[in-house]
């Protein structure tokens, strides 16, 4: 099979656009204080910039996915790197903070675009017992970028200043863009049934779906401000925070394929759940950490236990929407994808809030068992409804 045709290189597309949005999304970092002074802006105004990415995010995700589903992958695909390309070089000469905060959000819709649809095309090209290795390696392929993105963005900050970082996201996106422009996709790709986008989201297997996500996204999200501020108040420093980030990191990038790999043999809404339930217990564990090597031993099983419920989410939203007797794999995409964005806004804005009145410790608890009861929730929505594992069927 010709390279351009292979289903391989397909994945190998997504991965370094999924790759690719992940490094413009964090190259910026590095280079906030430039921005803030050279614009003028207070760090509340940069807050509300980088905040602005969800808009567009959860506005442009389902509708994009349902349109990929009538024209088709490569479009959309190369029409999002477009855009991301476009938010980098508006990043990169922005003047003023109007222009910043439409670099933000062309650089949502990207997000939104490139997320939903590339997924979409794994789904289309292969059979639900493949979908969770596959959706491994890709986002073993975005954990990688978590862990370089800062750091490219502070090298070729120092090197060329302020433009630099941005113009090297830029030239990824284009050519990524002109690869998918040469990628061989099956003309079934762009033919496939038109159902209505109503249609999927009633199927209460996608509904679930989509609930698992939100905790898993607020999760995540809520931890990454309210650690570092206690780990902070444990007088532990910047250098060594950054760290514990970048371990974690690297256990995701090792653990995604490993959960893809156990989802397509054991089921994925099986590994998703117990990924949920297995993340509470740690959850709580890590909120009594009092030390960085303690921190490290805490850490690790909770990072192991949310590769375990993600990877396996991204399958099971294609198979349930197979299951349901639809392949519109755009609009479950879609949905999946405004989920995240709804834990992204919700994760910081309430553990902020529980943080200041209870502590970490406290919130680690809470927060775990909420998570166990909404878990035990969708565990009985499962059974009263007779759904069984697409890997259990046959």
């Known amino acids: 099979m010709p390279l351009r045709s292979s289903r391989a290189f397909a994945v190998a597309l997504v991965t ?8 413009a999304y964090s190259v910026a970092i590095p280079v906030l204080p430039d921005l803030s002074r050279r614009l003028g802006a207070s760090p509340t105004m940069i807050g509300f910039v980088f905040a602005s990415f969800g808009v567009t995010l959860l506005t442009v995700s389902l509708p994009m996915g349902a349109v990929s589903d009538r024209i088709g992958r490569r479009t959309p695909m ?30 949502g819709a990207a997000d939104a675009i490139t997320w939903v649809v590339g997924f979409a095309l794994i789904a289309d090209r292969y059979a639900s017992d493949e979908r969770g290795r596959v959706t491994g390696f890709v ?6 970028a978590v862990m370089i993105g800062p750091s490219i963005g502070g090298w070729l900050y120092e ?14 996106a284009v050519a990524g863009a002109i690869a998918f422009l040469l990628i061989d996709l099956p003309a079934a790709s762009a033919e496939r049934t038109r159902v209505p986008m109503t249609l999927v989201l009633r199927q ?20 990454e401000p309210v650690m570092a501020l206690h780990l902070g108040g444990l007088g532990i420093g910047p250098a060594r925070i950054g760290l514990l980030f970048g371990i974690a990191a690297l256990v995701n990038t090792g653990m995604h394929p490993l959960a893809g790999h156990l989802a397509d043999r054991w089921g994925a809404r099986r590994m998703m759940l117990l990924g949920l339930t297995l993340s509470a217990f740690a959850l709580s564990f890590l909120g009594q950490t009092w030390s960085f090597r303690s921190t490290i031993g ?22 349930v929407t197979t299951l349901g007797g639809v392949d519109s794999y755009g609009v479950a995409y879609g949905l ?17 809030f529980m943080f200041e009145r209870l502590g970490f410790g406290l ?28 890997a259990t069927l046959g």
């Open 363 to 390: 919130l680690a608890i809470v927060w775990g068992t909420a998570l166990l009861g909404v878990t035990a929730v969708l565990v009985r929505s499962a059974s009263l409804s007779g759904e069984r594992d697409p």
């Open 298 to 319: 805490f850490q690790i099983p909770f990072v192991i236990s949310i590769a375990m419920m993600v990877t396996p989410s991204l399958a099971y939203m294609a198979e």
């Open 139 to 144: 986002m073993s392929g975005t954990s990688v």
């Open 78 to 107: 190369v029409g999002g790197l477009v855009a991301l390309a476009a938010s980098t070089l508006l990043f990169a000469y922005a003047t003023s903070l109007p222009w910043l905060f439409a670099a933000r959000l062309v650089q």
């Open 336 to 352: 999946y994808n405004m989920a995240w964005g709804v834990g992204l806004l919700a994760g910081p804005a309430i553990g902020g």
């Open 16 to 23: 370094f656009a999924t790759f690719t949005d992940i490094v």
């Open 159 to 172: 090197i060329g200043g302020i433009r630099l970082p941005f113009s090297f996201v830029t030239l990824l």
């Open 204 to 223: 209460q297997p996608v509904a679930a779906c989509a609930v698992a996500v939100v905790l898993a996204s607020s999760t995540l999200s809520m931890l």
